[in-house]
């Protein structure tokens, strides 16, 4: 069974989500994508499950998915709205009688609250790597959720109030994003990241055992919080590392000039900047330390 339907949002410009329904009772699960609208890579990973549902039937339970969740940052390539330049993803739960993104958060918060499980898909940039980020610390249900998510890193969140994933979370719902290389400033879609959270999201449906076929057992790595590693000067820099990639305390993560940056921490380097010039304060990467 099929369900697409659509939630207007009245105003002087008037906002329509469309949501695709597949399957009926539990578990219920639901995947959004393009809460920020430049950031498509998500997006085609959203419509990807639901081309695949429609000629994939579920054994059981629901998927509940909503690929564009804010469709006037998305025809700008935005984060935000034109309309409030509101951020949808710090306002939930929303409020309908208010501004248009307010009465969007609201909408979907509707939407997403009675399921079981909740995965938000968003791009981290152009020189990031894919990353779960849940509240694994405080959540227990958030990190049997990351488990369960064919990504080989799972990142601790700082926890900011507001987001679809830790309003969830707060509310005992089993909630994380997923980050994916890609999106502004316009559009980029990283297709070996898109195809990784595809069978990523897919296995998740095995392990739950709602389509056919053997479930792969996931085996991400832990790590804390994500911190910046910023130019100390002005100069030239040239990364040795990959986004992705595993880092020693010490190591090498690239050159500004004729100085050395290295990780300050065994751990991984999610994103990593390409070469170029870059003054000071700069980011160059963000790494995040691993969790013993």
């Not at 969140?157 to 969830?168: C, D, K, M, N, V």
């Amino acid at each position: 069974m099929k369900k697409t339907y659509t939630q207007k949002i009245e105003d002087v410009m008037p906002v329509e989500l469309q949501f695709h329904l597949f399957g009926e009772g539990s578990p219920k699960v639901f995947f959004s994508g393009g809460i920020h609208g430049g950031e498509a890579t998500g997006i085609y990973v959203a419509q990807r499950v639901v081309d695949f549902l429609d000629t994939n039937k579920l054994l059981k339970g629901s998927v509940k998915l909503l690929p564009v969740a804010n469709v006037p940052a998305l025809r700008r390539l935005q984060r935000t709205s034109p309309y409030d330049e509101l951020d949808l993803n710090r306002i939930f739960p929303g409020k309908k009688d208010s501004t248009p993104t307010m009465a969007i958060a609201e909408v979907i918060w509707e939407e997403a609250r009675d399921t079981d499980y909740i995965v938000d898909l968003h791009c981290c940039g152009l020189w990031g790597s894919s990353y779960t980020l849940a509240m694994y610390e405080e959540f227990d249900h958030s990190r049997k959720l990351a488990e369960m998510l064919d990504i080989p890193a799972v990142i601790q969140s700082g926890g900011t109030r507001g987001q679809l994933f830790t309003e969830a979370s707060h509310s005992g719902t089993p909630a994380v994003i997923i980050e994916l290389p890609g999106g502004s400033p316009d559009g980029v879609i990283h297709i070996e990241a898109a195809k990784q959270c595809f069978q990523a999201l897919l296995n998740l449906l095995r392990l739950l055992e709602m389509l056919p076929g053997e479930a792969r057992k996931p085996e991400p790595t832990f790590y804390g919080k994500l911190e910046p590693l910023r130019a100390p000067g002005d100069g030239v820099f040239l990364p040795v590392v990959k986004p992705g990639s595993p880092i020693n305390k010490d190591e090498m993560i690239g050159m500004l000039g004729n100085q050395p940056v290295v990780a300050p921490f065994d751990g991984i380097a999610i994103a990593v900047r390409p070469a170029s010039y870059v003054f000071k304060e700069r980011g160059l990467a963000h790494v995040a330390p691993r969790v013993e």
